[in-house]
Structure formats: C-alpha cells, structure tokens
C-alpha cells in the first residue's frame, strides 16, 4: 500500500517535553522519552503518536513507516532571534555592537535592495537553518521590501513556520537603509496583509533598536500593532551598555530603554526582545507584566563582548525566554552549539543549566516564548509535526563520551556540549523531510 | 625518480611567523604569506623553504612534489595544556572544579592502571590531536606508570613531539589514585630516564596541583627539578577561587598560590601553569622573573565557570602564554574553537584578540611557552617539519564566508569563528602525512 503525500509515519526514540512550567525542577517530570514510538503525521500535523507496541492495534496493513532505530527524534529547535541578511557576515572582527554595525552590518544590509541577491541568500539561510534542525525562526529581514518577500517565498516553498518582518529604520543609518515614519508603516502594512497568516508565515514588526528610529517611526510602530494585534514584535534591548546610554540620551522623558518601547505599544504577549543582557528590575517587571518574551543569545553577547545574560533571572521573575543564534553576531546556526554557550554564560554566574532545561528553551519554552506553544514545540496531538532526526554519535568523540552516559540526560548533555550540524541526521518540516545527510 | 621516504616536497600557500615578538602589535610584521611556496623536510626537518620560482633553481628533476593548491598549509598548532585521559569525559555536567574533580574526574583515572586501557585511550587521544591538527602537546597522564607508558609509546610510533609526565598526588585523592612522595619520586626518576630525550620524547614533572600533594611530595618534585634541570613541570595554577582558597589555607607559611610552587623550586623557563585566571600582581612579578608560562584555556574556563583569563597583562608583565585545550574540561581539541572561545573571552574584557595574535599564540608563541621555540611554531630552516594543511572552506557557510574576505587576516579569523576539525586536510608530523580527511 502507498501512502497518500500527505501521510507520513515514522519509527524510533522519541524524546519531547509535554507541558510548559513555571519552574525549571518541573522540567524533568515532564520529560518523555518514548524508546520505541510510533508518529503518525497527516496533513502536517501529529495525528497519533505513542508506543509502537500500541500502535499495532491502530496500524493499516502495509503502511510504509520509515525507522530510525538508532537516532534520537526531538521537535525542531526554535530560533528566536536570527538575522538571514547577516549570514555571509559570521565572524567579522573586533568590535562591539555600535561600531560593528556601522563597519560590517549596514554595508551588509545594504544588498539586500536587489531581489536576487535577497532571494540566494534567503534560500542559502533556510536550509543552514534546516541543516541545523532548526524549523522555526524569528527572523530579522533588511529594511528593504524585497528582503521580506524573499525569505517568505522560499519558506512558503518549504511550509516553514517563519516569524519575519521589514527593518524600521529612519535614523542614524545610512540613506540607502533608511525609511521614513510614513513609508515604514506603508510598507509594513502592505507586508501584513501579503504575508501575515499565509500558509505558516507570521508577520513581525521589525524597528531595529530604539536608536535607529525616531519617536515619529516607533508611534506608527505602535499604530500598526495595534490595527493588526496578533502580529509579532520584534526587536533588540538593552544589549550593550553604550547603547542603553544612548537610548537614553535619545528618550529622556522614557524612565528606561524598555519603557521606549513600551510607551509606543509595542510590549505584549507577542513581542520578542533580543538579549536583554542589562535590564534593570523595573523592566524586568514590565516584561513579566506584558508577558513579553526574551531571546538570550549566548554566542553573540559573547562574540560582542556585550555580558552575561542572567538566565536564573527568567524564572525568577516568570519572564518567557528562548534561545537565539543571532546570526552573524552570533557565531554558529546551531542551537546545539548555543546552548554549549548558553551553559557557559551561566556557569559564569554560578547558575547550572541542565540539559532538561536548555531542551526546553530549544523547543517548547521557545514555542512559548513565541507564542507558538499550542502549535510548535513537542509531539502532542494536532500540533504541526516539525521534528528532528539527530545522530547522538556523527564523530569518534562523540561515540566515545556517549557510551558512558548513564542517562537520557547525560546523553543530551555530551550532545549539547560537542554536538555541531553533523549531529543531524534529518529534518522534518511540516510531516515532509526537508534535508537529510548524505550517509 | 622515487623520493627516498626521508624526503617529503610540499608546494602549496604557506603562512607562519617568523620571529617571538613582545608585543602584539609587531605580530603582523613578522607575519610571512608564501602564496606559492615549497617546503622541503629532510629527516624530519626543514631543510629548503621559499618561492616556487625560487625552487626551479635546486629542485632535482623529477622529484614528487605533493601540491596543495587551495589549502592553506601553517605550523602544527600546539597544545599547551591537555589532560589524555579525560578524553571520554568531555562534558560532564554542572560542576565547578572542585567537586567536578571528585564527582567525575577521579572515577575516570581510575580505569588508567590497566595499561590496555591507557594504551587504547592513548591512541584515540593522539589521533583526535591529529585531525585537530594538532601536533604537539603539554599531556597530563594519570597517577600510573602505565599511562606515561601508553602515552609515550603510542606518540614514538607517530614521531611525535610530546610532553608528558605521572602525576604527582599523595593526598585529597581516592586511594587508587595517590602515589607517596617517595614513590612518586622514584617513579618519576625512572620514567625520565626512560623517556625523557628519547626521540621526541619530553618529560615532564607533574603534581596535578598544590592541594593534592603534601609539603613532602611538592619538595621530592623540587629535588627531581634540580637532578633534570631540563625536564619541564606542568601543573595548575589560580583557576578558580575555592582553589586559591584552599590551597592558602594548605599552605599558610606561603604567600600565595604560586609561592608554594616557586618556594619548593618548580618554577622556571620550562614551567607551564595552565589557568592563571585569578593571579595576583606578585604572582605576575613572579611567573615573569622566573620566565614560567601559563596555558590559557578558554573552553575549560568557561565550561567549568573559573573565570575570565587577561590575556593582555601576558604582554603588559611579559609572560610567555599558550593555548590550552585542558580535555576534558575544556569543550573541544580543536584549537580553532578555542580561539573562538579565546576571543569571546578577551571580548568581554574590552580586549581584541585579533586573528594574527590568536595565530601566534596557536604556533609561534606556544612553541616559545614550551621553550620549544628553537625547534617548533615555524618554517624556519632547520626546524622540525609539523605542519597542517588547512582547508578554509569545508562547509558551505565557510565557503560564503571566505568568499567576502578581504585580507589574510580576515580568512584567518572567519577560520578561527567558524572553523573546527573539518578544517584540517591533512597534518604532517617530522615531515610525514599523519592524517588527511577521506576526500
């Protein structure tokens, strides 16, 4: 019997996390691991998953399933603040933030005014976001319209779940990356209505940072959010010490860098902040309050020297979190490589991060950091079936160091700690593969 | 005509660098690019280096030149500071030194009194240094005779030029782990008079670290110094503040942590104290006057959370620096990750460690932190012929990257962001082909 396109089954160790939490002990308990599972996608989405013993009695005769008997299946990792423009840009040398923007960054952006370049770079970016198991970014696109378009043709191709919006900047850039307060929200506005909730694509709106936009651009910002509430937000905070400084020469009457933003409107439970790496207590409130969401990006704040995101501080303070690459900042699209930093940041400061718990921020606490956890993020009922095929042993060391785990997670820990995208065996997006390795 | 096997002729891009310098601002100067060079290695050394035109003049006719065309062919990195058998326990999960020492560390060495199996991890370890293109090393053993053993035995095979030594521990340590002062003396006694100068062989007098060995022991390995002027000492330093703690309340007559080694006669211009994160400015003073080196190991200082190592002050108190991968609390064997890692830490102390440093640091200058620097860390004439052939675009994001470089200094660092063993084509050890990937 041949399966119709739209059905695909697939056999093997399963591990997902079932249910948010509001405290990271409770991770654990959430944990399942399924060692010999069965998941049945339809449509794109998980119709049934469980036990292959108990999908027996549930099974057609001759259905084809596909059996991955050594790797481990997990949801795809979601990316909750990349940049696709940046991505031939990893790896630029020496500076913090304001003056890499100035030196590498905006001469970047400023090729994406050409659809065909915009266009090979979109499709370059998705599948090294695919090669990566990632399946789900928020994602930064140029200023230029043609930017946005292109990287939502492409995902559309795919059915990729993508966040993404057109750059607001009308100030403190150059001419050719600028526009104005009026065309800013023209143009965001036509983009919501071509793009926002067709097929998997989500519209953000995008101002850069609070320093590239005048009052006038982020009060239209604020205008668009609220004629279309359930578009995301999407932006950069308190990320290096000298622009916070400069926020707040350039808002004297805002109390802080975050109440900017939130002045205009733009906190809300769809509003996602990248790094937040110096927030001080009253905006950690407003967070919390808002339900905003922060994206930490461990190899980026420690590319740019901007410091050390205090990660303890999120359940302290029930602040929703993911984890970003922030591509080309960041230094590596895998999220297997950045909770490797993300560990280390926090071990910095005294603070464990265990494997459950950067598991969580890889996929389910990301889901909800991008309000997506009733559609993304574990293996439940209805939820659209993005997951991850991963290798536990691509290289030498690897086999070594997990053949001596003792647990599941020690086995994710060795993982998070040497893995690297030839952990990935296969990517599922959307119940279809969408890249596999050679071997 | 058939080369003589002592006879290896390499034509390809070739950069290193050709003299110590005291401050990194000189490193570009001495920096030397050969876009289309030849390498001649006789014996194992560097017996003619310079232009292919140049080489038309003494090249014998029909000697087998091999050619790299694309690939990038540098000195052999050197590791400065790397335990062998630690090499199965890379990521072991949440603790800082201390109690990581005795939850994982201790356990795992324990296995190294069976000579199969230290003869069995010597050979991957050595291997792992290889395709990391690593090709010397500062090794840390286990307590056991057997382990040297392994080590240096498994090492002649390959020709390669090691570092090692027993570790000295009679105290603070499970019992199968401690040796006594006495018979760490007579056991160290024997394995230099058995390995020490013997090929490429060095040795290297080991107390693991102030705290595990007695006043008694550290005095008996001060003796050892003075009977083998020419042997090295290799240990810990200031990695981590309940260490430093520990060791002044162990030491109380001592002013410090390093004043315990200095004081029992272990410091030197062939010392190597790997971390020195937390130093005091006497201690500076002394690891200069008394020309010791330190290995600096970003990935270990990270992932065990010690600290941040200043990497400027090496060049502001002139104190000869390394890198140190330190597996298996150190997150990789690759020296290109651990100068990604360097530079992230030298980031968020407003330092910039540029590429040619980084590089430095890599061949050159670790060669001088091991006084190995009349024989290793160049092309020079004469030199032992290690070397690496590097490919700087294994991956398609590398490919982008490179693709967009301006300079060799700009490959070089998109090298060290993004690069890890995929990198290395090939390394050659005293003038022969050790390891080349599959392709």
């Given at each position: 019997m041949l399966n119709s396109p739209s059905t695909t089954l697939i056999r093997g160790k399963f591990l997902d996390i079932q249910q948010t939490v509001s405290n990271p002990e409770d991770i654990t308990q959430q944990m399942r691991y399924v060692d010999d599972g069965l998941m049945w996608c339809e449509n794109g989405k998980i119709h049934w998953f469980g036990t292959w013993q108990d999908a027996q009695a549930i099974l057609p005769k001759g259905i084809s399933v596909r059996h991955y008997p050594e790797q481990l299946i997990v949801p795809g990792f979601i990316d909750t603040h990349i940049h696709y423009p940046q991505t031939e840009m990893v790896g630029a040398y020496g500076e913090q933030l304001l003056s890499w923007l100035n030196t590498y960054t905006f001469p970047t952006e400023l090729?994406?005014?050409d659809k065909g370049y915009a266009d090979k770079i979109a499709q370059f970016f998705l599948h090294e976001l695919l090669k990566n198991g990632t399946t789900t970014a928020l994602v930064f696109c140029t200023v230029h319209l043609e930017s946005v378009d292109a990287l939502f043709e492409h995902a559309a191709q795919l059915n990729m779940r993508v966040i993404a919006g057109k750059v607001l900047m009308d100030r403190h850039a150059p001419e050719g990356l600028c526009d104005t307060a009026e065309t800013g929200y023209q143009q965001s506005k036509a983009l919501i209505e071509k793009w926002h909730g067709k097929g998997r694509a989500l519209y953000a709106i995008t101002p850069r940072f609070a320093p590239t936009s005048t009052p006038e651009q982020l009060a239209k910002a604020g205008q668009l959010k609220q004629e279309y509430p359930d578009v995301y937000v999407h932006t950069h905070l308190s990320e290096n010490k000298d622009e916070i400084a400069w926020v707040k020469s350039l808002f004297?009457?805002?109390?802080g860098y975050l109440d900017v933003y939130h002045h205009f409107g733009l906190t809300g439970e769809r509003s996602v902040f990248a790094h937040?790496?110096?927030?001080?207590d009253e905006e950690w409130n407003c967070m919390h309050d808002t339900q905003s969401a922060i994206a930490f990006c461990p190899t980026s704040n420690l590319f740019l020297g901007s410091g050390l995101f205090p990660l303890a501080k999120t359940w302290e303070k029930q602040v929703k979190v993911g984890l970003g690459t922030d591509i080309g900042a960041g230094t590596s699209f895998s999220q297997l490589q950045t909770i490797n930093e993300a560990y280390k940041v926090q071990q910095l400061q005294g603070n464990k991060l265990s494997a459950p718990e950067a598991f969580y921020h890889a996929t389910l606490g990301g889901a909800r950091a991008l309000h997506l956890d009733d559609k993304l993020g574990n293996f439940s009922l209805g939820k659209e079936a993005d997951f991850v095929v991963l290798d536990l042993h691509p290289t030498a060391l690897q086999q070594l160091r997990q053949s001596h785990a003792k647990s599941i997670e020690d086995r994710l820990f060795a993982l998070f700690t040497m893995g690297d995208d030839r952990n990935i065996a296969a990517t599922y997006v959307y119940g279809q593969c969408v890249y596999q390795t050679e071997g």
């Open positions: 090729q994406f005014q004297p009457e805002q109390t937040c790496v110096h927030l001080e």
